[in-house]
């Protein structure tokens, strides 16, 4: 499979992105609808694509991912009121997240694996930053997606069972310490299934890109736009875990280079 694979990326590599482009653009489309109803607890199946403000269910030609919201000039075709410019800012981003899973990982297993979960830590991030909160059944979609994964390469088990353990552990201990003003339970269980995807050896480097990323431009956000105190960590974790689910030993050995260990 692997070699039929390779003479696809081959022949037409060229062809491989824009399909890998326009599927996930296809999937952000999805993804928008995750974002705007799980918070609601409405259903992400059953109930029509309609406009939020009227109600208007949307016929096809309103919903085609990307080239909809730029015909419709960013309004409802019924109501006319404003379509946030989030449908194609989300959809356009997956898009580009996909290829750029392709370019990293190559046309593989592990690459569509990976670009869903990005996908998944996406809606994750918008959620988190929207609610403070982190529904429970995204976090099962990175869990099985990283069980998923253990299938496919049973030989980091034990890093990949080391990994959901030890971040838990961690994350269990600060909020038992701190009484959970410093992480919530939605972190917990969030670093629980990204660690059984990644592993314990890349964990650490996703846990200190989270920490340091969320620090400064959380600090730089409370002082220029007047933020309070509390932070939304869950972006800054799935930022944390997809950069070390793409570059994750490369990132480990130039971290080990730094201090010397390497």
């Not at 990326?9 to 705007?36: D, H, K, Q, R």
């Not at 309004?75 to 997956?94: D, L, T, W």
């Amino acid at each position: 499979m692997k070699q039929a694979l390779d003479l696809i990326m081959e022949t037409a590599p060229w062809l491989v992105y824009i399909i890998t482009f326009l599927f996930g653009v296809a999937v952000g489309s999805f993804l928008n609808v995750c974002i705007y109803r799980i918070p609601k607890h409405e259903s992400i199946v059953t109930v029509p694509s309609h406009c939020m403000s009227c109600g208007k269910k949307l016929h096809w030609y309103e919903l085609i991912p990307l080239f909809s919201w730029l015909a419709l000039r960013g309004k409802c075709h019924g109501c006319k009121a404003k379509i946030s410019a989030q449908y194609p800012v989300i959809e356009a981003a997956n898009g580009l997240l996909c290829v750029l899973t392709l370019f990293v990982k190559g046309l593989s297993v592990d690459m569509v694996l990976t670009a869903a979960l990005g996908s998944v830590l996406l809606v994750i991030s918008i959620i988190d930053a929207r609610t403070k909160e982190i529904p429970f059944p995204l976090v099962i979609a990175v869990g099985v997606l990283g069980a998923i994964r253990l299938v496919f390469y049973h030989e980091h088990w034990l890093n990949s069972i080391l990994g959901a353990v030890v971040m838990g552990a961690l994350f269990l201990i600060i909020i038992v310490v701190t009484g959970g003003k410093a992480l919530g339970g939605g972190d917990f269980k969030l670093v629980i299934a990204a660690g059984l995807f990644v592993g314990l050896k890349n964990c650490v480097i996703a846990l200190f890109l989270a920490s340091f990323f969320g620090s400064v431009i959380h600090l730089t956000l409370m002082k220029v736009k007047k933020m309070g105190r509390e932070l939304a960590f869950g972006p800054y974790l799935s930022f944390g875990f997809f950069t070390v689910a793409l570059w994750g030993d490369k990132l480990f050995d130039f971290y080990l280079n730094i201090i010397g260990i390497k």
